[in-house]
């Protein structure tokens, strides 16, 4: 049977949400919710189902299984706190925007709450649900990247100094110097945990331009941050909000390289390149040893360019694990690994403050593991 979905928040992200349940077979969408009447009104006449103005209308009015909450706010985190709580308390599993807050102590709330009501919530890490991520994780399991000795990664908006302007912020971004952070971050931290798992310390150095500087703009824009992962291996993730204009990997890359292989994904959807290591017994590297070997790198490109088939994709990875019952900790993309995302964040928050000192980042809850799934 399908799920019976009501979507919150119907601006950009909530009308591609609303979309991909629209046409997924997983989902009936029945009813989307913004306390903006025109902007319900509008999306629910365009997919054909109804409209409320509030979150609480909604469950009072409607038999539904699932929310997915798109609301955005401040540091586009800001306003998904009380619509998740909300759905959460009523019993319904939750799907929501990144980041899953822009406070810590909302976020870890709500993944205790989610925990305590055995509900699935999930969060749009949507960046990993895509055919190199899946090879590329493949290529992890199989043995042929073997032991991680590295993750960089690379994401940002491109830009310059000529393309930069600071009209308008809105409310999003005025006098806050963490929009980027908090907004962003939660993506890059998410690929490279996906790969490499969590990160136990980490270093952060910030700051920005001088035309921004020199505008008064609070944003910290440029973030570059240096890791260990609890497997030994390091990491390095670099972002900018268009300060500058990436090269080789375009505006997405992240790179993992281990004792027998190395993988790089390019554009996020676009490319994989593989490449075995000197020696690889399982590749036609088998016979190089040498210094100056250089083995050929297997290249997949996929033909997808379009960054808008990662939602679908994530959406329906959710629907389909609430579909097959999954243990809650199995669930792809939880709201525990978007929590993760954001204890990294302010811990690369505090090191920033403090001069690129060393943080552990805070300890995520522990896993609970039902015990009908043994
Ligand atoms: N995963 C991705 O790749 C990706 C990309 C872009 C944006 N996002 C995220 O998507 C989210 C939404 O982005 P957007 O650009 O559509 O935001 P937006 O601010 O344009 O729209 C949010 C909508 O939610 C409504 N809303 C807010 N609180 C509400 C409530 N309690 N009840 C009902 N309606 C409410 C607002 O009126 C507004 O129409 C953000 O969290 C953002 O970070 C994710």
């Known amino acids: 049977m399908a799920i019976r979905v009501g979507v919150v928040g119907c601006r950009g992200i909530g009308t591609t949400h609303a979309t991909s349940h629209k046409n997924d077979a997983l989902a009936e969408l029945v009813a989307v919710c913004d306390v903006i009447k025109e902007r319900a009104d509008e999306l629910a006449a365009k997919l054909g189902v109804k409209a409320y103005y509030s979150l609480t209308d909604m469950l009072a009015n409607e038999d539904l299984d699932m929310i997915d909450v798109c609301t955005g706010g401040p540091e586009n985190g800001g306003w998904h706190f009380e619509p998740v709580m909300e759905a959460l308390e009523a019993n319904k599993h939750v799907l929501c925007e990144k980041p899953i807050s822009n406070d810590i102590h909302e976020a870890r709330q709500m993944v205790k709450l989610a925990t305590e009501k055995n509900l699935y919530f999930g969060v749009n890490l949507n960046h990993y649900f895509t055919e190199p991520a899946a090879k590329a994780k493949q290529l992890m399991d199989e043995g042929k990247i073997g032991e991680v000795i ?159 088939t990662t939602f679908p994709n994530r959406i329906h990875a959710f629907l389909e694990d609430v579909t097959n019952g999954v243990p809650k900790h199995k669930l792809r993309a939880s709201g525990r690994d978007a929590l993760a995302t954001l204890e990294y964040t302010f811990a690369a928050i505090k090191s920033y403050e403090n001069g690129g000192i060393m943080v552990t980042p805070d300890p995520l809850p522990t896993i609970k593991i039902d015990p009908s799934h043994n």
Not at 183 to 195: G, K, N, Q, T, V
Not at 221 to 234: C, E, K, L, P, Q
């Open 150 to 308: 590295y993750c960089h990664q690379r994401t940002g908006f491109l830009g310059s100094e000529w393309a930069y302007s600071k009209t308008a912020p809105g409310y999003r971004m005025e006098g806050l110097p963490y929009f980027h952070v908090k907004a962003f971050l939660a993506h890059p931290f998410s690929i490279m945990r996906y790969f490499c798992g969590d990160i136990v310390q980490l270093q952060a150095f910030m700051g920005k331009p001088s035309y921004r500087i020199a505008t008064n703009d609070p944003m910290v824009s440029v973030n570059s941050i240096h890791m260990r992962f609890a497997s030994g291996a390091t990491g390095f993730l670099f972002s900018s909000r268009g300060d500058t204009t990436m090269n080789l990997g375009g505006w997405w890359c992240v790179e993992v390289g281990g004792t027998r292989g190395t993988f790089t994904i390019e554009n996020c959807t676009e490319k994989l390149t593989y490449q075995p290591a000197k020696g690889n017994p399982d590749s036609p590297a088998a016979t190089m040893t040498g210094l100056n070997d250089k083995p050929e790198p297997i290249v997949t490109n996929t033909g997808v360019t379009d960054f808008g």
